[in-house]
């Protein structure tokens, strides 16, 4: 049986891509997974998906970079999955396409990057903590980029998200270790997704990763995530390599 059976997983972002991806391998792993999204048709889909094949998943509507949304969503999760175990903030986004470079960014944009990809994060970390607390244990995954370290032009409010995201993991597994909750960060890499075509449309998706391919290595990461050193940074192209040197 699964380490992962009748696990409550709350993923952000879950309707499409790799939160979808996550989704779906988590509830075939026996976990109670509630997933967020704000377009209602496209989480009702991957809802029906994973109860099809005979797992269990939840789908609530609302938009992590709204604040008011933010305790509903935690306690929805609780009340229908049981106390979150897992936290997966998977929600991102870019800003307007075509990217631009930051002074040509409208403030409110760069804000509105902020609010969903570091605040509202920062929020549900917040909401589902007292209960891990509590309970003496939690995993809280955020789903990183390689912007947050390297500086490519007209990606500057995603990046500046992502390194604040990097830093925030970092400072709560420095402050939550001695509560048993574990923190860390995943660099996915390049994905064929629909937000990476929307940015980068002339790449070819043939040179890109799967958000299945993805999401596998991240389940593995949940499986062997007492043994990960908590606040890690782990991308997971690196991630079989990784795993090799925690066994």
């Not at 699964?2 to 972002?13: A, D, H, W």
């Not at 891509?17 to 109670?32: D, F, H, S």
């Not at 940015?199 to 007492?226: F, G, R």
Request: a negative charge; one cysteine or more; proline letters at 4%.
């Amino acid at each position: 049986m699964s380490e992962l059976n009748e696990k409550s997983v709350l993923i952000t972002g879950g309707s499409r891509g790799l939160g979808k991806a996550l989704a779906l391998q988590l509830a075939a792993k026996g976990a109670k997974v509630a997933i967020v999204a704000r377009q209602k048709a496209e989480l009702q889909e991957v809802v029906a998906e994973i109860k099809w094949n005979g797992g269990t998943a939840f789908g609530i509507v609302a938009d992590v970079g709204d604040k008011e949304s933010i305790y509903p969503i935690a306690g929805q999760a609780a009340a229908l999955a049981g106390p979150v175990d897992v936290l997966i903030n998977n929600a991102s986004t870019l800003g307007p396409v075509p990217l631009r470079l930051l002074t040509d960014t409208d403030c409110e944009d760069f804000e509105r990057a902020l609010q969903v990809n570091i605040i509202g994060a920062f929020r549900l970390m917040k909401a589902v903590a007292g209960s891990m607390m509590l309970r003496q244990t939690g995993l809280i995954i955020n789903i990183s980029s390689d912007a947050a370290v390297e500086a490519y032009p007209t990606w500057g409010a995603y990046g500046a998200s992502k390194a604040a995201l990097d830093h925030l993991t970092r400072t709560a597994a420095a402050e939550l270790g001695e509560t048993g909750i574990r923190v860390f960060s995943v660099d996915p890499g390049e994905m064929a997704t629909r937000m990476h075509a929307e940015a980068m449309p002339d790449a070819d998706p043939s040179s890109l990763q799967s958000p299945e391919t993805v999401a596998e290595k991240i389940v593995l990461m949940i499986e062997s995530a007492n043994r990960i050193e908590n606040g890690s940074r782990l991308i997971a192209a690196n991630w079989a390599e990784s795993e090799k040197e925690i066994a």
